[in-house]
């Protein structure tokens, strides 16, 4: 069994960690507070091949593999978990036209997701009324000679304000004949296409740097070359899609996680009470070792989905495994962040109070904590 990463995953992890420190760590407070998009720090990771960790070099990308993409995003949630998110979610886009795409589909986007022209991707799958079960979605996708025209809406869009292409299912089959998952399709819709309308951007508790919008579509018309993968064949995608994305949220929450703790135990080097560090009181050595070994626990599961991946193995079971772990941990770790700071914890002053609320979504989105538990149930049936 191999502990050690290889040269390029280490290179990409030192590079990753280099540039969040030196660049995003710094405006995370900020970006939180104003809801600033981080358009700037997002061209810089586009730089360093960050956007497009796992897609191949042909096609613009870093080609690292999925080891090295969990790693960098640790890193960059680390730092900020917004900008994490925005980067989660542009190279899971790319990944998925990389492996469903066309040859000109691939040419058309993959690059420039990779180079930073396009500033984010973004993947619109859930819908006011089909969030856990995509399967019940509504938006419908009509052929009509040489374009489909969809019509319906989409919500919790990550980047959709910003995307330069958007995954977008619709249901393309009869519900009555093609029920449920099946008879649905994938298409990729440009930013600026008519009948595409951009929703106000939603007021969060965390996250607020990345940039989360509803999308109307109203007869908007793509050409019959924007149907991804095939016909009918969409629920499958955006499952694939789902699996290496969860392996992305567990990644980001350990990021969130290392960043509670590393400066919870500079507080308690710092912080004096009754005469002494609050390091040297047992209670708050038992909550960092605890923090410590959770956040190890989700690291182990999230590299062993990872390494799967990367090996084409099976992983759909590990990387819920990994999110649902990872994202529980986050919250634990970030409350004994917040109590370790205690009323400091509670103020903007530090980033305490900035992890708990950024870490709160990840229980919830890519699938939440109970949809990942009837993920791994139903693997100890097959
Ligand atoms: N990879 C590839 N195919 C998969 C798959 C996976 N991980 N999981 C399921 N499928 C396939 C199944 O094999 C099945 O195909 P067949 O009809 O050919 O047998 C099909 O997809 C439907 O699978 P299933 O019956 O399990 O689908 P359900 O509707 O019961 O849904 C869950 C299963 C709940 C796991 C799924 O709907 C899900 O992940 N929901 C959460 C969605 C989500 O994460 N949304 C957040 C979006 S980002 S904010």
């Known amino acids: ?32 507070r104003l809801e600033r998009f981080p358009r700037a720090e997002l061209k810089g990771l586009a730089e360093l091949g960050l956007m497009a960790v796992n897609v191949p070099v042909e096609l613009g990308g870093a080609g690292a593999g999925p080891v090295a993409y969990a790693l960098a995003m640790q890193e960059v ?24 795409g066309t040859d000109t589909q691939k040419k058309k986007y993959c690059p420039r997701l990779a180079s930073g022209e396009f500033v984010a991707g973004s993947f619109g799958l859930s819908e006011p009324e089909a969030g856990s079960d995509p399967g019940g979605m509504r938006t419908t996708a009509i052929e009509d000679g040489d374009e489909w025209v969809i019509n319906g809406q989409k919500q919790w869009i990550t980047s959709g304000a910003y995307a330069g292409v958007i995954v ?28 595409l309308k951009i929703g106000k951007a939603e007021d969060k508790m965390g996250i607020r740097g990345s ?24 629920f499958k995608i955006a499952m694939t899609a789902l699996d290496g994305g969860r392996i992305g ?26 005469d002494k560090p609050l390091f040297e009181f047992q209670a ?32 759909s079971r590990e990387a819920s495994m990994a999110k649902l772990y990872s994202t529980e941990m986050v919250q634990r770790v970030c409350n004994k962040a917040v109590q370790i700071h205690g009323g400091y914890g509670y103020i903007r002053e530090f980033a305490a109070e900035r992890h ?12 939440t904590s109970e949809v990942q538990r009837i993920v791994i149930a139903r693997s100890l049936l097959s």
Request: proline share 2%; aromatic share 6%.
């Open 1 to 32: 069994m191999e502990f050690s990463l290889n040269e390029t995953q280490a290179m990409v992890q030192k590079m990753a960690r280099e540039y969040a420190t030196r660049v995003i760590a710094p405006v995370a407070s900020a970006m939180d």
């Open 77 to 100: 949630a680390r730092a900020c978990a917004a900008t994490a998110v925005t980067m989660a979610v542009t190279n899971m886009v790319g990944e998925i036209i990389a492996a469903f």
């Open 356 to 367: 708990l609320r950024d870490a709160r979504v990840t229980t919830i989105y890519e699938g």
């Open 249 to 274: 949220v567990s990644s980001q929450a350990i990021g969130i996680a290392r960043a509670a703790l590393e400066e919870s135990v500079q507080y308690a080097r710092d912080r004096r009470q009754f």
């Open 211 to 234: 940039n989360t919008v509803g999308l109307t579509f109203d007869d908007c018309r793509v050409p019959s070359s924007a149907l991804l993968g095939q016909l009918h064949g969409g």
């Open 284 to 315: 708050t050595q038992h909550k960092l070792a605890d923090m410590q070994v959770d956040i190890d626990a989700s690291h182990l599961l999230a590299m062993r989905a990872a390494w799967l991946k990367e090996h084409g193995r099976s992983f």
């Open 168 to 195: 977008v299912w619709a249901r393309t089959g009869d519900r009555e004949k093609l029920p449920g998952h099946r008879g649905i399709s994938c298409f990729l819709v440009e930013a600026g296409t008519p009948g």
